[in-house]
């Protein structure tokens, strides 16, 4: 529901100025009559378009679903729990949506239709859930389920980049520390040794020739460098080609496994999720296959299942004939289906592979850190020593001439 900045009369023929939320200048018109003012001239407020087009960081979406389950499990009406919460949340943007979503439940429309129009703070799962809730009488339990999955989603995320965290650094600090030796102190060391007539060893001579170089031919690399960026970017990104490299990602030793596993418990606690809620089977196929497992190859995958199911198969029977996904995945499903546990049978799924995900992890930074630190001392060993081997025949010469 979009605001608009308004100026009316009131009943003692004052100027009165101001902003209201309506849908149209006429709802406008009919709320400032009931306050016993008169519009005389109105204009939407542009702020509404932040509101379309804002971000929202996770953790105040998860502590909005959090705050709404709670009130709604003790028996506090709808509207009263929304206000009641926008009023505690520290951002604005948040607080405005809310309100927005409030006055949209307050003129009749259900909570899915109220949140339906911020799709870029909620997402098609997320409002197919509170869908579904609203029509099950199971709104607080799938509040709270969408609470705790984005939570899970989160702790996900935060686990990969602590992860990555040493390696990078490690990375960043061998790049930085090679570029200082090997484009600075080595050139100057070089020169003074050649003055004074220090003959340098082929391993010096490599690295020198190799620094003199990448300095003459600074610009060139990097616009090649640049250039193949960007064509891995394109090729990363366009609709033919992203498959294919989500598919070469899978096969990656050691993170592939990572990824894919990550993949898989998406994909079982959405399943899990919505299934729950009583998203019907076309819907959640539908939701799974646009963007929501972050890796497009797998989703073509679940497309083409999706396409055979609606042919007569079963979930199971579908998984199992494009022979991605692994038997024990497979078996689980079709366990699910035959005892009319599907959703559990996602949900333990979930739970194992998201522990794989974390025993995955766990195992890639303990290959990471010995690799990173064998890779650091390989290059300092070959810094040294191209700086040492000089050093010592100029030892070895003076000693000589005493």
């Known amino acids: ?10 009943r003692n023929g004052n100027i009165v100025k101001g902003m209201l939320s309506a849908f ?122 969408l609470a705790d999955f984005l939570e899970w989603k989160e702790e996900l995320k935060s686990t990969v980049k602590r992860a990555m965290i040493y390696p990078g650094f490690v990375i960043v600090m061998v790049f930085a520390v090679s ?3 090997i484009g600075y102190v080595l050139p100057n060391m070089a020169k003074m040794l050649l003055d004074m007539g220090v003959r340098l060893p ?7 020739n190799g620094s003199m170089f990448l300095k003459s031919h600074f610009i060139s690399i990097l616009s090649v460098i640049l250039f ?22 899978l096969r990656l030793p050691i993170i592939g496994n990572v990824i894919f596993n ?13 299934y729950r809620a009583g998203v019907t089977i076309s819907d959640i196929f ?27 198969q079963s979930i199971s029977e579908a998984f199992e004939e494009l022979g991605v996904f692994p038997r024990l995945f497979v078996g689980a499903v079709r366990n699910g289906e035959v005892t009319g546990t599907l959703d559990e049978s996602f949900r333990r799924l979930k739970d194992y592979y998201d522990r794989e995900v974390k025993n995955r992890v766990e195992m890639l930074v303990n290959a990471l850190e010995p690799i990173t630190m064998l890779i650091l001392g390989i290059i300092f060993g070959i810094v040294v020593l191209s700086i040492l081997f000089p050093l010592y ?7 000589g001439k005493v």
């Open 1 to 10: 529901m979009p605001n608009f900045k308004y100026k009316a009369i009131d």
């Open 24 to 145: 149209d200048e006429r709802d406008l018109e009919l709320k400032l009559s009931e306050k016993g003012l008169i519009l005389v001239q109105a204009k939407r407020s542009k702020d509404s378009i932040f509101l379309r087009f804002g971000r929202i960081s996770p953790k105040l979406i998860i502590e909005f679903y959090s705050r709404l389950y709670q009130a709604l499990e003790i028996g506090l009406p709808i509207l009263s729990a929304l206000y009641e919460i926008a009023q505690g949340l520290p951002s604005k943007l948040m607080k405005r949506i809310i309100e927005e979503i409030a006055i949209a439940v307050e003129a009749g429309n259900s909570l899915y239709d109220a949140m339906v129009k911020y799709t870029n703070i909620f997402s098609r799962l997320e409002l197919n859930v509170i869908k579904m809730g609203e029509k099950s009488g199971t709104l607080p339990l799938c509040l709270k389920e």
């Open 179 to 181: 570029f200082v030796w």
């Open 202 to 208: 082929t391993i010096t001579m490599i690295i020198l």
């Open 228 to 249: 193949f960026i960007v064509l891995l970017l394109l090729f990363i990104k366009l609709p033919i080609t992203k498959p294919v490299f989500h598919r070469y990602i």
């Open 262 to 274: 990550t993949c898989l418990t998406r994909l079982s606690n959405n399943f899990a999720i919505m």
């Open 286 to 312: 539908e939701i799974l296959i646009d963007n929501s497992l972050g890796n497009r190859y797998l989703e073509n995958q679940l497309s083409i299942a999706f396409q055979k199911i609606q042919a007569g």
């Open 393 to 399: 025949d100029l030892i070895s010469s003076i000693s």
